[in-house]
């Protein structure tokens, strides 16, 4: 909401809690004029004169929302933000086929900009410039409801990754959500030992940092992709295993340098540094193959017939 009114577009919204729509429009008055937003007592209102409804809520609450749009008649362009995709692809599109008036269009996101903290108090409208914004290319979006989010989120200064549903999920609970059970493993593992707490440093806080999310919202990413999560989570279990086999050999010294290697090679890889930028023509298998190779796009082009794209350089 800070983001997109600081763009300057105009930014009506709601939130179920009072408290949160309270702290909203207390915020809203203290910013100028041109970038103020609106907070609304209902959903209804908030969508009322809407191009497109962004859903910022927990996999949870997404239906009760989703069935609120429905009965007020809302029929522009929906994006999202949740963890998981799946799921909420399959809400929207049973929505798409039984309702009288269906929506218009769906296009998946889920910007890779979380913090260990939530709530619209710790909200940063620059949280998103460089970040690496996913949106997705699968039944029921349509490509020029693709582009216009995209030209959105671009203009934001995030990056564009285009993917489909099933492989953002597996990504993700590669790269978010078994950090967050091994964050909350470690956690729970040095709570007993008042030595170790007072002992502990930059690597404990490293490791730990995301154990600081609510455990609901934990519970909704990972519940909501349990399938991808168990097999990364067994992933990450056998290379532990290959650890604990390592310490246990006649010489461990060795065998663990030789465990750490790929890890160690890995994390020093990240992030990917950009090649050259390259005009990519706008069709859905180029772009799901540059999202596929690890590519982002920056920008759209005015007539959305190519978009600007970089993708990464191996080595660098």
């Not at 915020?27 to 809407?50: E, F, N």
């Not at 940063?124 to 460089?130: I, N």
């Not at 532990?240 to 340098?257: F, I, N, S």
């Amino acid at each position: 909401m800070r983001a997109l009114s600081a763009a300057g577009h105009r930014v009506l919204g709601f939130d179920a809690d009072p408290e949160t729509r309270a702290t909203a429009r207390n915020a809203a008055a203290r910013v100028p004029a041109a970038q103020r937003w609106q907070i609304t007592a209902t959903i209804r209102d908030a969508a009322a004169d809407a191009e497109l409804v962004v859903l910022a809520v927990p996999l949870p609450a997404l239906d009760d929302v989703l069935d609120a749009l429905t009965a007020c008649g809302y029929a522009g362009l929906i994006t999202d933000v949740t963890s998981v995709k799946a799921p909420v692809r399959e809400a929207v599109a049973a929505r798409l086929r039984r309702a009288a008036n269906p929506l218009a269009g769906f296009v998946g996101g889920h910007p890779m900009a979380g913090k260990s903290v939530s709530g619209f108090a710790s909200a940063d409208p620059a949280l998103f410039t460089g970040c690496a914004w996913v949106l997705c290319l699968d039944s029921p979006t349509g490509l020029d409801d693709w582009l216009t989010v995209a030209g959105l989120v671009t203009a934001l200064g995030a990056r564009v990754v285009p993917s489909t549903s099933a492989e953002h999920d597996r990504a993700v609970a590669v790269i978010s959500h078994v950090p967050h059970l091994l964050a909350l493993a470690l956690a729970a593992t040095a709570a007993g030992d008042p030595l170790a707490l007072t002992l502990a440093a930059g690597s404990f806080r490293d490791g730990t940092r995301v154990a600081g999310s609510r455990p609901e919202l934990v519970a909704a990413m990972c519940g909501g992709n349990a399938a991808a999560v168990l097999t990364a989570l067994g992933d990450v279990q056998d290379r532990l295993d290959e650890a604990a086999k390592a310490l246990e050999g006649r010489d461990p010294l060795r065998a663990v340098r030789d465990w750490a290697k790929d890890g160690h090679t890995a994390r020093q890889a990240w992030p990917p540094a950009p090649g050259r930028p390259e005009q990519v023509p706008v069709r859905v298998d180029t772009l799901l193959r540059l999202g596929r190779a690890g590519g982002w796009i920056t920008e759209v082009a005015a007539d959305r017939r190519t978009v600007t794209a970089f993708l990464p350089v191996e080595g660098a």
